[in-house]
């Protein structure tokens, strides 16, 4: 099945700064890459996402990269804020051509990022 | 519109104890996931729900079972409760099938803190 490593797994920058989060997956078959971020006492939530016939988007301060040779895609926000912090996690899927996904994304260990004011 | 909402949102069993966890998804959403989260494995895939059939299937023991209500309603339930069940438990809907990567778009509730003594 898929395997999904995320690094690093702690994150600590000033306010301002920029911060970049990696993963890698192991199955090719996987084409949806989605990112999502989880405060404190809140399920995760969606702040970006990917397919695999794409190799970057961005929304406003935060981007994703997706390297299907490699098997590896990030995440990169930009002008980070105290707001920021939280834990971010990378997950795999696949989509049918159809484009259901059948529920299962292979979530990342995620990686606890702080930024300090 | 309202959210994906868990009950309850605390539960504090005993070994041997069963379980029963309920969810409601978002309106007009017909999938609903389940996922496990604990520090050590962190969030893990139990099982997909879509129009009252399990489509999906993560790799847990037949202890953990679920089911889907006519109106997308979904509870999970354990049996014979064991201590590396403690657990966040999170429920997760989405409109699913077809078209955009939009569709596939998992809203995750609060989630239900289980503890199992």
């Known amino acids: 099945g898929e395997n999904v490593e995320q690094h690093p797994s702690t994150l600590s920058v000033q306010e301002g700064d920029s911060a970049v989060i990696k993963c890698t997956y192991s199955d090719s078959a996987s084409n949806y890459f989605p990112w999502y971020k989880q405060e404190l006492g809140k399920g995760p939530q969606l702040i970006i996402d990917i397919r695999s016939n794409v190799g970057e988007k961005k929304d406003q301060r935060i981007a994703v990269t997706l390297n299907k040779t490699a098997k590896h895609f990030s995440l990169h926000i930009t002008e980070t804020q105290p707001e920021d912090s939280a834990v971010y996690f990378c997950a795999a899927s696949y989509l049918d051509a159809g484009g259901t996904s059948y529920g299962k994304l292979t979530f990342g260990q995620g990686t606890i990022l702080t930024v300090h004011p | 519109k309202a959210g994906v909402t868990q009950t309850p949102r605390y539960l504090i069993k005993t070994r041997g104890q069963q379980v029963t966890l309920s969810c409601s998804p978002i309106s007009g959403h017909r999938s609903v996931s389940w996922y496990q989260q604990t520090p050590g494995q962190g969030l893990q895939f139990l099982f997909e729900y879509f129009s009252e059939t399990q489509r999906n299937k993560g790799n847990f023991p037949g202890r953990f079972s679920g089911r889907q209500f006519s109106n997308s309603r979904s509870e999970m339930n354990v049996s014979t409760l064991e201590l590396g069940d403690s657990a966040l438990y999170l429920c997760?809907?989405?409109?699913?099938?077809?078209?955009?990567?939009?569709?596939?778009?998992?809203?995750f509730g609060p989630g239900t803190r289980l503890t199992v003594l």
């Open positions: 997760a809907s989405s409109k699913t099938g077809g078209g955009t990567a939009s569709y596939n778009e998992q809203f």
